[in-house]
């Protein structure tokens, strides 16, 4: 009984922490913080827009497709690359 109570103050922050994507501790916020201010200036990937989806060779030519929309989402188990091609 009184683990469980030690122990909720700790369920909450991580529920939290899932919920609203960010950690609760000072140690946490302050990476956070340095994270966010490396990667406004600079982005961890760049890809080519229009997107090559086969390479020119043997007399055929490039074949290219735009790139609408790109996201990232991260959540306590992965890092989720999403995009959008068209035309």
Avoid: K, Y
């Amino acid at each position: 009984m009184v683990v469980a109570i030690i122990d909720l103050p700790d369920d909450v922050s991580e529920c939290l922490a899932d919920e609203l994507g960010l950690s609760l501790g000072l140690f946490n916020l302050i990476l956070t913080a340095i994270a966010n201010h490396l990667a406004a200036g600079s982005p961890l990937m760049q890809i080519e827009d229009p997107f090559p989806l086969l390479p020119s060779g043997q007399g055929l030519i490039e074949v290219l497709t735009p790139v609408e929309f790109l996201g990232v989402r991260v959540n306590a188990d992965e890092l989720i690359v999403q995009g959008d091609i068209g035309s």
